[in-house]
């Protein structure tokens, strides 16, 4: 059984940095495609960032783009999304997700098999 754990949330003023964790456990190969979604209060789950399995293909909102950045330790099994410049409207709980896509990365929840229990992330004004 899949098991995915997020850690690294926080209060942080607009501006700032955080990075997030998910480190999975249970895992018989590496070479799913991960990713992280969020959800606001009132607002739907949406689609942040996703990574292949080497790391080799990366895939980001429009909103997060150039601002965010995922990453994974295959090794250490573990996926990052090192999160900057941070905005108020940043602020939802964060979700780390398995696929079981290998080469594209899908951005629709429903293709995400395993989830973690989130992490709250606060921006301040």
């Known amino acids: 059984q899949v098991q995915l754990v997020e850690s690294g949330g926080g209060l942080v003023q607009a501006g700032g940095s955080l990075r997030l964790s998910c480190a999975a456990a249970?895992?018989?190969?590496?070479?799913?495609?991960m990713g992280w979604f969020r959800q606001a209060p009132g607002k739907e789950r949406e689609f942040v960032a996703g990574?292949?399995?080497?790391?080799?293909?990366?895939s980001y909102a429009d909103s997060v783009k150039g601002r965010f950045t995922v990453s994974r330790d295959n090794a250490k099994n573990t996926m990052y999304l090192q999160v900057n410049s941070l905005k108020p409207e940043d602020t939802a709980v964060y979700y780390c997700?398995?696929?079981?896509?290998?080469?594209?990365?899908?951005?629709?929840?429903?293709?995400?098999?395993?989830w973690g229990p989130g992490t709250q992330v606060t921006v301040s004004s």
């Open positions: 990574v292949t399995w080497d790391g080799g293909k990366t």
């Open positions: 997700a398995m696929s079981r896509r290998i080469a594209d990365i899908p951005v629709g929840a429903r293709e995400y098999a395993y």
């Open positions: 249970g895992l018989t190969r590496s070479i799913y495609v």
